[in-house]
């Protein structure tokens, strides 16, 4: 029995000459790998070279190259090369007609990295390692080549930049304000200090419009604005309120575009005001138809007992006072007795601790020859507030009687004999007549008026918050102004007249860290000059106290850490998120709009 074999015949290859089986090409597989797939690859839409688009104001790339999202992307990240890749049409399936024409059946990436470029030279470079099947299955024969890839960089305005640029483009306005008696802007300049200390939380900022009692932020759409009252809310308690206006309408798309208001009312209690608890206030426990001292601001308002009994607790004499719990009890419950420009420098003359583990370590330490040990960190294994009998006299009485004062206070491990604190002289300041009617009808029959409420200690300074002047033997003294002539008096004032008309709002949104590319503008009604100037002073008081008060620092700084927190919350929760166009919302229309 004979078997039928069955054979191939060969065929010389059309290019080369070389015997090899027939295929749809007749050629090799080495004439095949002189197929150029580089200018496969590197023909952009429409057979141009390959670009990217950038945003030149905001530095966002264009994620899918049709103009509509932009996203911020880190040189020679993954999510840079893998927005490159999607740009190029070989590899995305745009371009298969060109591809058949070139005799490339399928591409396939196997891998890619980039080529250093100077950041200047407006290029991209990557190297890519692709498979191109050749011909048609299952006759397909496989090459693999190195590539290398240039994308051009071009500037496009993304379309929430070109909104900013144009007028009138907010969807939103965030007000914040802090009503005061006195009109101090305290609680105010510590959020400005925040703000400008961090950039992430003021990048969504369009417009800043001053008030007297506070800001107005305007913002491109209503989340932004909402995210900012967030991170006002954890700085400063607050009450916030949010209303909507209709400013046009569609019937027949059954669209609209509102613009949205979120008022945002600090409680005016600042820091290191003494304040007059009513009798029937709420959310405060014990402190209620007491004086009260602020001790300091975050979300909630900390009180401490302004005159606490001296053999009560410590834990009972302070307590946190809510935003909700402030407005709901009414403002007349908790009301500003003497503000924090009223405080007086006293002279610490000797130190008495209240408690009696407190005085028996006191006794201890002072038996070794040791100074007592006070509060200096978390690590020194001292509670930062105790109670103690504390016997002050004025600094102005120094040479000129002998009058001294006893109080108790909660700064019992923060001061010592010699050390300057400021606080409040009750036993001779004048009060006006609503004051003397708090003092008849608020307080509880148990409550007796101290003569001095010490508030903080201070470094040292002279009466007007400013450091002592040294001369050249160490020796302090306050600094002379030298006198001036009155011509030189009329040659300022006018000066600083000229200079107070050209200026505009810009140095108080400046404060911020808002620079010339926001629009910023002033509202003529509520601004003046004189406000401007004394803004402009007390915010350098300010910052002198901030610089000599340890603990008005700190709450600085937990503010920026709470800032820094939730600029981080927003950073991940809109990764690998397009920012969505700002136009008109799709709303459904009723009577009911306002």
């Known amino acids: 029995m004979t078997t039928n074999r069955l054979t191939t015949s060969l065929i010389p290859c059309c290019t080369c000459g070389a015997i090899i089986t027939p295929n749809p090409s007749n050629q090799c597989a080495a004439c095949l790998a002189t197929i150029d797939i580089s200018s496969i690859v590197q023909r952009g839409p429409g057979g141009q070279d390959l670009v990217i688009h950038q945003c030149r104001q905001c530095r966002r790339y264009d994620r899918n190259g049709d103009g509509r999202h932009f996203m911020l992307l880190d040189p020679e990240s993954p999510d840079m090369m893998a927005t490159l890749l999607k740009q190029i049409p070989a590899l995305s399936g745009k371009g298969q007609q060109h591809m058949r024409q070139s005799g490339v059946e399928a591409l396939h990436l196997l891998d890619s990295l980039f080529i250093w470029t100077e950041p200047n030279s407006m290029r991209m470079r990557l190297m890519l390692t692709l498979k191109a099947d050749i011909n048609e299955a299952p006759r397909t024969v496989s090459i693999q080549q190195r590539v290398k890839v240039e994308f051009k960089v071009q500037w496009r305005q993304c379309n929430d930049c070109i909104k900013e640029s144009r007028s009138r483009t907010w969807q939103a306005i965030l007000q914040l304000r802090q009503k005061t008696d006195g009109g101090g802007r305290r609680g105010l300049l510590i959020m400005e200090l925040a703000i400008a200390r961090n950039a992430e939380m003021r990048k969504h900022i369009l417009q800043v419009q001053t008030k007297k009692s506070g800001f107005d932020f305007y913002f491109a759409s209503l989340d932004k604005a909402r995210h900012f009252a967030q991170f006002l809310a954890k700085a400063a308690p607050m009450r916030i309120k949010t209303s909507q206006t209709m400013v046009s309408e569609d019937r027949r798309n059954n669209t609209a575009n509102v613009k949205h208001t979120i008022s945002c009312d600090m409680v005016p209690l600042c820091r290191d005001d003494l304040i007059v608890v009513e009798k029937q206030a709420k959310g405060v426990g014990r402190l209620t138809g007491r004086l009260c001292l602020v001790l300091k601001t975050s979300s909630v308002l900390h009180l401490v007992d302004a005159s606490p009994v001296r053999d009560s607790d410590l834990t009972h004499c302070m307590t946190d006072l809510h935003a909700d719990n402030y407005w709901k009890g009414g403002e007349k419950s908790f009301?500003?007795?003497?503000?924090?420009?009223?405080?007086?420098?006293?002279?610490?003359?000797?130190?008495?601790?209240?408690?009696?583990?407190?005085?028996?370590?006191?006794?201890?330490?002072?038996?070794?020859?040791?100074?007592?040990?006070?509060?200096?960190?978390?690590?020194?294994?001292?509670?930062?507030?105790?109670?103690?009998?504390?016997?002050?006299?004025?600094?102005?009485?120094?040479?000129?009687?002998?009058?001294?004062?006893?109080?108790?206070?909660?700064?019992?491990?923060?001061?010592?004999?010699?050390?300057?604190?400021?606080?409040?002289?009750?036993?001779?300041?004048?009060?006006?007549?609503?004051?003397?009617?708090?003092?008849?009808?608020?307080?509880?029959?148990?409550?007796?008026?101290?003569?001095?409420?010490?508030?903080?200690?201070?470094?040292?300074?002279?009466?007007?918050?400013?450091?002592?002047?040294?001369?050249?033997?160490?020796?302090?003294?306050?600094?002379?102004?030298?006198?001036?002539?009155?011509?030189?008096?009329?040659?300022?004032?006018?000066?600083?007249?000229?200079?107070?008309?050209?200026?505009?709002?810009?140095?108080?949104?400046?404060?911020?860290?808002?620079g010339s590319n926001e629009n910023i503008y002033r509202d003529e009604d509520d601004e003046d000059e004189g406000f401007l100037a004394a803004a402009q002073m007390e915010k350098e008081q300010f910052e002198r106290e901030l610089e000599l008060d340890e603990d008005l620092a700190e709450d600085l700084e937990i503010v920026e850490r709470e800032l820094a927190q939730v600029a981080e919350e927003e950073e991940d929760g809109h990764s690998g998120k397009g920012n969505l166009a700002v136009g008109e919302e799709n709303l459904p229309l009723d009577d009911d709009k306002s």
């Not at 903080?456 to 300074?461: A, E, F, L, P």
């Open 335 to 514: 009301r500003i007795f003497l503000p924090s420009k009223r405080l007086v420098r006293f002279v610490v003359l000797d130190v008495e601790m209240c408690c009696e583990d407190e005085r028996e370590r006191y006794r201890s330490s002072a038996s070794s020859d040791d100074s007592r040990q006070l509060f200096k960190g978390t690590r020194s294994g001292v509670s930062k507030y105790a109670l103690a009998d504390i016997e002050v006299a004025r600094e102005s009485d120094f040479g000129s009687n002998d009058e001294t004062f006893r109080c108790v206070t909660h700064l019992g491990n923060l001061l010592s004999v010699g050390d300057t604190v400021m606080g409040y002289d009750l036993a001779s300041a004048v009060f006006s007549s609503e004051a003397e009617w708090t003092i008849e009808n608020s307080f509880t029959s148990s409550f007796v008026i101290p003569d001095v409420v010490l508030v903080r200690k201070v470094k040292g300074t002279n009466a007007d918050g400013e450091p002592y002047a040294t001369t050249d033997d160490g020796h302090k003294q306050k600094g002379k102004v030298k006198a001036k002539s009155s011509a030189s008096k009329k040659r300022d004032r006018r000066l600083k007249k000229e200079e107070e008309k050209q200026r505009k709002l810009e140095k108080a949104a400046a404060r911020m860290g808002l």
